[in-house]
């Protein structure tokens, strides 16, 4: 247990020291111990790994101590770590610390540098809480804290006023769908008696309660899910989310916070697989998610802006094989996803770095050559999240896609076709990013140069596992033993609703329809862009459904047209008929109502000395009159 509290606490005493202390530090030494904060937790995490991989590190549930006792319900603070959790800590504390490591070099001019560590400090430690809660309150902690950090990392530049929007936006959002899992936890609570993981799932097969209770309480769930890892309807926060500096982007987006709500569904997998209507609704959410994401990133010209619609997308395809109940494959693709995409948020980070600023892939171009190790990590980066073999990210696709075929073909169709896209959009990215000739300006063009050490080491090191981390999951026409599935085995809940496996011959075929639809893409983004050196449109000049995409299907507008401009005006008249007519009018009339009294019995002072000794007389009088009468 020491190791856990060590892995544990030392981002949070990062956090105190650099919070604390921070301003009074050199930023070398600020910057150093904030890595050193987030290294030996990776160490740590990477030792229970290995442990748990070997078969010699046995499961940890233990409470810390008891928090909340209340008759016969009892809440510890506890901590669980088993094979699902290790893995998650060592993405947290791997790609965090590479994170850090890079923002040591991004961050080095920023006037607020050892508080933006302070806070990547605190980030990490929520994460670890989430992950490392043995009940579904201290995951809640976790969860909550989270978003916390992520309002105060997206709107860390505060001087910026859509940057404050940004992090508002993501804020209150969170909050909505925070709600439906707060409902879900009182719910848990009140009929199973416990919020304990272990607890719960005992409880889930000797507590009598309706099927109908077990899908309201995993669709509330799932409204929490949706909130925090940016699905349909709850997604728009995401994207906005890239005011924040581009460390954090790749830190929200690969090793924290949109990750959560996989976890939370593959923890209580359990209470979902009770639930069918829910998985199907997980699922239809997640296929759609990630086929509209992906037609937003087709026409986005903000470099940041379509990698996080990619995200976006990336995340319904976990979601889609968690609603058909394979599980271990959305966290194989959680897995390959965090590499690749952490290093195509810190490759995006190293270009606007090189242009001062720049975001507009309509003003890049020709990069390949002054910054040879950012584009050859982006490029490899981009050949994963498309799908290409032996990428990771072909196989950890390509078990979605087969999970899904065996359970829905239309739902198959939709992924597939979003897996098209993807594979469309990253390479119009590419292309116009690094290839060509340079588009921006000639002062931009005369500092052109590659990143230093810190940003390109962790580049390579990322773009190295998003090759290679594919072997974690090798399909079985390459191999019998599936290791990621069953390092899972002893924590993930084998899914009873499973059909037949697909043969091989249908195997086959699904490689070769989703290689040849990457390659298909990729080969018109080649021809749109390089060949017949294509630009994008002009602002302005797009027109149609075209002009619809660009502007994200004005969902933003939507809502809020639906939701915001009623509320101001329900707030207006609120505060016009309850502040001014209610509180104001009290108020007043109270006020107005002591004058006018005050008005009546003033005049009874009249300075005539006989009126006084008249009304005294009178008072007297009938003090005596009451007195004898009594």
Not at 58 to 79: A, C, M, P, R, T
Not at 211 to 226: D, Q, R, S, Y
Not at 499 to 516: Q, V
Request: hydrophobic share 55%; glycine share 10%.
């Amino acid at each position: 247990m020491t190791g856990l509290y060590i892995l544990i606490l030392s981002p949070l005493v990062g956090f105190l020291i650099n919070g604390l202390l921070g301003k009074k530090l050199p930023k070398a030494v600020s910057g150093a111990l904030s890595s050193v904060a987030i290294l030996v937790p990776f160490f740590i995490a990477l030792n229970f790994f290995l442990g748990f991989n070997s078969g010699t590190q046995v499961k940890i549930d233990q409470d810390v101590y008891q928090w909340i006792s209340i008759g016969e319900f009892n809440i510890g603070f506890g901590l669980l770590l088993d094979q699902l959790s290790s893995l998650w800590l060592i993405i947290i504390t791997g790609i965090g610390f590479l994170i850090h490591l890079y923002s040591v070099s991004y961050m080095h001019d920023d006037e607020a540098f050892s508080k933006f560590f302070a806070y990547l400090n605190l980030f990490v430690f929520f994460m670890l809480v989430l992950v490392l809660g043995n009940n579904l309150l201290i995951t809640f902690i976790g969860w909550e804290g989270v978003g916390l950090c992520s309002y105060l990392l997206i709107g860390f530049w505060y001087k910026n006023g859509a940057y404050n929007d940004a992090a508002n936006k993501a804020f209150i959002m969170n909050r909505i769908g925070d709600l439906g899992f707060l409902i879900g936890i009182f719910m848990i609570m009140f009929y199973f008696k416990t919020l304990h993981f272990g607890a719960l799932k005992e409880a889930l097969g000797s507590v009598h309660v309706s099927h109908g209770l077990i899908i309201a309480i995993t669709m509330c769930l799932f409204i929490g899910v949706t909130g925090k890892s940016a699905q349909l309807p709850l997604y728009t926060w995401l994207p906005d989310a890239m005011a924040g500096p581009t460390p954090v982007s790749a830190l929200i987006h690969a090793a924290t916070m949109v990750t959560a709500g996989i976890y939370l569904i593959s923890r209580t997998d359990f209470l979902f697989l009770q639930a069918p209507e829910t998985m199907t609704v997980i699922a239809v959410i997640g296929a759609a998610t990630a086929l509209f994401a992906a037609t937003i990133g087709v026409l986005q010209n903000d470099i940041k802006k379509v990698l996080a619609y990619s995200t976006v997308s990336q995340l319904g395809l976990m979601f889609l094989a968690l609603g058909v109940g394979a599980f271990s494959t959305g966290v194989f693709h959680v897995l390959t996803h965090a590499f690749f995409k952490a290093c195509l948020f810190l490759g995006a980070g190293s270009v606007i770095h090189a242009l001062h600023g720049e975001q507009d892939i309509r003003n890049m171009g020709g990069l390949q050559k002054n910054m040879p190790i950012t584009f050859l990590t982006f490029l490899i980066s981009s050949i994963a999240i498309a799908g290409v073999p032996p990428f990771s990210g072909f196989f950890s696709k390509d078990e979605i896609l087969a999970a899904v075929f065996e359970h829905n073909k239309v739902l198959w169709a939709v992924a597939s076709l979003a897996s098209l896209l993807t594979a469309f959009y990253m390479f119009r990215l590419v292309f116009l990013t690094f290839y060509g000739n340079f588009r921006g300006t000639e002062d931009q063009k005369h500092h052109l140069h590659e990143s230093p050490w810190q940003i390109t080491v962790p580049l390579t090191v990322l773009a190295l596992f998003a090759a290679i981390a594919g072997v974690m999951g090798l399909p079985e026409i390459v191999s019998h033993h599936h290791w990621l599935k069953s390092f899972l085995s002893p924590v993930l809940t084998p899914n009873p609703h499973a059909g037949h496996a697909i043969g091989n011959s249908e195997e086959w075929m699904l490689i070769g329809i989703a290689t040849t639809l990457a390659l298909g893409a990729i080969s018109y983004a080649f021809v749109k862009y390089i060949s017949k050196k294509e630009l994008p449109a002009a602002e302005g000049t797009l027109t149609g459904f075209s002009n619809l995409v660009y502007q994200k299907y004005k969902i933003d507008e939507l809502y809020s047209f639906i939701i915001v401009q009623p509320l101001q005006r329900l707030s207006v008249t609120a505060y016009s008929l309850f502040d001014k007519v209610i509180v104001d009018g009290g108020v007043e009339g109270v006020a107005i109502a002591v004058m006018s009294i005050g008005k009546r019995v003033r005049t009874i002072q009249t300075g005539n000395i006989g009126y006084y000794l008249l009304m005294m007389v009178l008072g007297i009088a009938s003090i005596l009159a009451y007195v004898f009468l009594k």
